[in-house]
């Protein structure tokens, strides 16, 4: 069923983001950031000449003004990010032994002719630059997506063209993060995130589309799908929880670039733990880029680590009663009076409880025999998977609701107590 999309920001850019600008002077301290043209506010009033170097007296300055021009499309980055700088980015990622090796090594050579040609426009460079210097995680993040999304597309026979939007695609998903405050974003952040940090994060990939879309002239397929790369098929996803045929091949193509460098920054990073994560719970990704995944991953050796297997039982038990008893939650909540913001809650959680109960059933975890000998990893990566979407269905409901009266507040509560009481038993 279709589910109507969170409110997200819209902006124009006509004030300074303070997150944005707090990240681009922290990166002035080692970097030569300077105003490209004079910046103006909307009465006319120069606050800042060009050629002068950014400080903290601009930021006092752009306190609340709106902005003539917008403030990105005013700064440069005189020794920011080059195409050497990828370059060099690039072969140290190919270089080393990241468990991304078996899917980029193949594609090397091609990589490293495509990324010196990406074209950088002048505020992608400047908030490339400030992320380096200040996010160094981001950044590295971001080479990493622009690596996975290229070494796919080859693989998957891409042209010219299609490698290096895809390449871009990896690289600039992420700007909307400088947008939000630091703490919250995801590069840095385990897998498991608080309903604040879940609030302030699950914006930044429409931040990121309208600062394409806005201040660059890349490619409008470009902007929607770094818009896109939160989102799943069967409408599991964020922003918009957009469905199949909503969404771009390029943005698919993100989505699984994006879940699976997720695997990469938790525990145990390997291609087969981001194979199961890819596919536990089906239709929620392109089957076409998640089987590429699934392909380099046969060349790895199998999982060796993981529950013992009378333990995984007791856990996999506890999965399944906390699944029940969450589900039967949700309809009798679902069965009362109430706004149509909490029913759209309700329903969400509903859809999200049943796509986890279609893995559970997928995956054959209701049978026993399966968890025998060498099967034991893979149920308990399948296991932990399962366990971590069941973690996220509490704040996703809160996200939709939004504000609500009192009397349904509390209801949506029982609801969160009914799943934090299921992730208290995985």
């Excluded at 622009?146 to 299609?162: E, K, R, S, V, W």
């Excluded at 890349?218 to 969404?247: I, K, N």
């Excluded at 759209?344 to 409880?353: R, T």
């Amino acid at each position: 069923m279709p589910f109507a999309a969170p409110s997200t920001p819209t902006t124009t850019f006509s004030t300074a983001n303070p997150h944005a600008l707090a990240t681009i002077l922290e990166a002035s301290q080692t970097k030569s950031i300077i105003a490209c043209r004079d910046i103006f506010d909307l009465q006319g009033i120069k606050l800042w000449a060009r050629d002068q170097p950014v400080s903290a007296a601009l930021q006092r300055k752009l306190m609340d003004r709106k902005l003539r021009n917008p403030l990105e499309t005013c700064l440069m980055a005189e020794d920011g990010v080059t195409t050497q700088t990828l370059l060099d980015a690039t072969w140290q990622l190919l270089s080393s032994s990241s468990p991304l090796s078996p899917l980029l090594r193949a594609a090397a050579p091609r990589l490293m002719q495509e990324v010196a040609h990406l074209p950088l426009h002048p505020v992608a460079q400047l908030l490339l630059t400030a992320g380096q210097a200040s996010r160094p995680a981001s950044f590295e993040h971001a080479i990493q997506a622009m690596a996975l999304a290229g070494a796919l597309m080859i693989d998957n026979g891409g042209g010219t063209a299609d490698v290096r939007i895809a390449m871009l695609g990896g690289l600039l998903h992420d700007l909307g993060e400088m947008y939000i405050d630091p703490s919250f974003g995801e590069a840095d952040a385990g897998r498991t995130l608080d309903f604040v940090s879940y609030q302030q994060l699950v914006v930044h990939p429409h931040v990121g589309k309208l600062l394409l879309s806005q201040l660059t002239n890349y490619p409008a397929t470009l902007a929607r799908a770094v818009g896109e790369h939160h989102e799943r098929l069967d409408g599991s996803g964020y922003p918009h929880a957009a469905r199949r045929d909503a969404l771009s091949p390029l943005g698919r193509l993100l989505a699984v670039v994006e879940a699976t460098l997720a695997v990469m920054r938790g525990e145990q990073p390997c291609l087969v733990r981001a194979s199961v994560a890819l596919r536990v719970v089906p239709g929620e990704f392109d089957l076409g880029w998640a089987g590429r995944i699934a392909s380099a991953a046969q060349s790895e050796p199998p999982l060796f680590e993981g529950h013992a297997p009378e333990t995984l039982k007791q856990r996999l038990a506890q999965l399944d009663s906390g699944l029940q008893a969450a589900q039967a939650c949700t309809e009798a909540l679902a069965g009362g009076a109430g706004t149509p913001a909490l029913q759209d809650a309700l329903a969400l959680a509903a859809h999200l409880l049943e796509r986890l109960r279609v893995g559970w059933t997928a995956s054959g975890l209701w049978c026993g025999d399966a968890i025998a000998g060498q099967d034991v990893p893979e149920v308990d990566a399948v296991e932990r998977e399962l366990s971590f979407r069941l973690r996220a269905i509490e704040r996703a409901a809160r996200l939709r609701a939004g504000e609500l009266p009192e009397a349904d507040a509390q209801r949506l509560a029982l609801l969160g107590d009914s799943l934090r009481s299921a992730m208290t038993a995985t």
